[in-house]
């Protein structure tokens, strides 16, 4: 399986011959590579509903036909806005899919989409983690969260491969909290996240990869990709 990261909270997973994006934010991220026109996707996974997740979601469904899987109400309002292929699951609930298996977990986060033109906020459920498994390996991908104490419950029944953990502080977890984090969800292999996209929550993920002391940090660069 190869990962990618794409800044901000964008990954990429390739399994199966399919394509994975999780979060995929592209328009207005200046940290990232890729392109919204060309970017290949057969599967979108949300964390939530925040803009900055969504990002470019409906024009990449659109385009590639991607089916998008989200918490249901986030599910529900991609259906509205023209997603054909939607998957909704909730808090706590697996799907074995054709590409991998989906969990979600909980987020201490919000999740909400703000329509900028009509100046309205819409709630789109509760906001989640994922763990996606494929081809024996687990990855977790937190989403946007605080930290909270049932991360070593997602540590004990989940043996993760590939954390990639919020950093940036100001909305999310920070360094500090982030620390705690892989001590308790006990990843092999740590990847910060979300963090110098915004002047709110610049971060040095340097830094913290190497105050870990749970498992193997890692910064990857936009663009970088291992193997797994
Ligand atoms: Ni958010
Ligand atoms: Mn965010």
Known sequence: MKVSYHGHSVVQIETGGKTILIDPFITGNELTDLNVD?????????????NDHVGDTVA????????????????????????????????????????????????????????????????????????????GKTIYHAGDTALFSDMKLIGERHPIDLAFLPIGDNFTMGPEDAKTATEWIGASLTVPIHYNTFPPIKQDPHAFVTSLQSGEGRVLEVGETIEL
């Open 38 to 50: 060309h970017v290949e996707a057969d599967v979108i996974l949300l964390t939530h509903g925040h």
């Open 60 to 135: 990449i469904a659109k385009r590639t036909g991607a089916l998008v899987v989200a918490v249901a109400e986030l599910a529900t309002y991609m259906g509205f806005q023209g997603v054909e292929n939607v998957h909704p699951m909730s808090i706590g609930g697996a799907y074995q899919f054709d590409f991998g298996r989906v969990k979600f977990t909980q987020a201490f986060h919000g999740s909400s989409f703000t329509e900028e033109d009509s100046q309205k906020i819409v709630y789109t459920g509760m906001p989640g983690g994922i763990l996606f498994t494929a081809e």
